[in-house]
């Protein structure tokens, strides 16, 4: 099992930055890729972004392209989300995930998620 535990949300306005984090533990973190999602009230949670398990490769959703940032430090079991110039759409619960290789189309592990809201 792997527990994640995201934190780092909250109330931004438009062309703000946050940074989320996410810690994981229960298995050895370098040995998952992980990813970010986020779900907005009456949608369906969508892909945010992703990174290998080395960190070497990543992978963003082309409405956060340019904007966010996704990386991992591996010896705090942890990844990151750098969320720059953010719209009042990017407001949703976001939710890290791990998997066992990129190549790999499910996610295993899940967070509870954190609220970002962005105002205008």
């Known amino acids: 099992q792997v527990q994640l535990v995201e934190s780092g949300g909250g109330l931004v306005q438009a062309g703000g930055s946050l940074r989320l984090s996410c810690v994981a533990s229960?298995?050895?973190?370098?040995?998952?890729?992980m990813g970010w999602f986020r779900q907005a009230p009456g949608k369906e949670r969508e892909f945010v972004a992703e990174?290998?398990?080395?960190?070497?490769?990543?992978y963003y959703a082309d409405s956060v392209k340019g904007r966010f940032t996704i990386i991992r430090d591996n010896a705090k079991n942890t990844v990151y989300l750098q969320m720059n110039s953010l719209k009042p759409e990017d407001t949703a619960i976001y939710y890290c995930a791990a998997k066992r290789t990129l190549a790999t189309t499910t996610y295993d592990y899940w967070g509870q998620g954190t609220q970002v809201t962005v105002s205008s």
């Open positions: 229960g298995r050895t973190f370098s040995n998952y890729a």
């Open positions: 990174i290998s398990r080395s960190g070497d490769r990543t």
